[in-house]
Structure formats: C-alpha cells, structure tokens
C-alpha cells in the first residue's frame, strides 16, 4: 500500500484546512487508516484513526472537537479536516494505515505499516 498525503499550508490561528491521503490500491475494510504529525523538536503523535471493519472513529484530545477524519472507500482516500487550527498544531503531518487490528494499539505509532511522506502544516498566531 502507498499513501501519498497532502493539501498542508500556512495558515493563520483559527483558520481551517482539509489534508487529503490517497491510497494506492483499494483497501476498503481489510485497513485502519490514521492520521499521525511530529512537530518540531518532537516524537511523532497520533491524531487520528478511522477503522477499516466499522468505520469507528478515535481521536487525541488534543484535537477532538477540532479535527474530523473520514474516508471515501470509493475514491480510496481518506481525509482530515481541520478547524480552528492552533499553532501548537503546527507540524509535519503523516497519514498511514495497518491491517485491522485490535483497537488498543490504533493510536500507537508502532502498529502502522505504511506511511505517507508527510504534508507540512504551520499555524501563525
């Protein structure tokens, strides 16, 4: 599976911004697909994930209420949109995806297999 993310800019505080995550071939239901970003200076962190078999979705605290992921499974895309950007959201964002697993390990970085090369995301204040 290839991931290939973007749709990342500059923006200002409060602005929104929609991140795209093409996939390579159709994964439908056999996939959790999430949404990962490493700021500067930090560990990559999770951010978002939507599971293949249900369609399930599981968000970091930090962005819940903000942030909305969702896939298309017809158009093998899955999409992250971002409201009320902070700059502590500030970061390369990441998308990637794993065989459906058991749902504790959605939010680790350890249990995805395939990454996208990252998209660049910068909020000023």
């Known amino acids: 599976v290839q991931l290939q993310a973007s749709g990342g800019g500059l923006v200002q505080a409060g602005d929104s911004l929609r991140l795209s995550c093409a996939r390579s071939?159709?994964?439908?239901?056999?996939?959790?697909m999430g949404w990962f970003r490493q700021g500067p200076g930090k560990e990559r962190e999770f951010v978002a994930a939507?599971?293949?078999?249900?369609?399930?979705?599981v968000y970091a605290d930090s962005v819940k209420g903000r942030f909305t992921i969702s896939r298309d499974n017809a158009k093998n895309t899955v999409s992250l949109q971002m409201n009320s950007l902070k700059p502590e959201d500030t970061a390369v964002y990441y998308c990637?995806?794993?065989?459906?697993?058991?749902?504790?390990?959605?939010?680790?970085?350890?249990?995805?297999?395939?990454w996208g090369q990252g998209t660049q995301v910068t909020v000023s204040s």
């Open positions: 990637a995806a794993r065989r459906t697993a058991v749902l504790n390990t959605i939010r680790d970085v350890v249990a995805y297999d395939y």
């Open positions: 071939e159709r994964t439908g239901s056999r996939y959790d």
């Open positions: 939507v599971r293949g078999n249900t369609g399930t979705t």
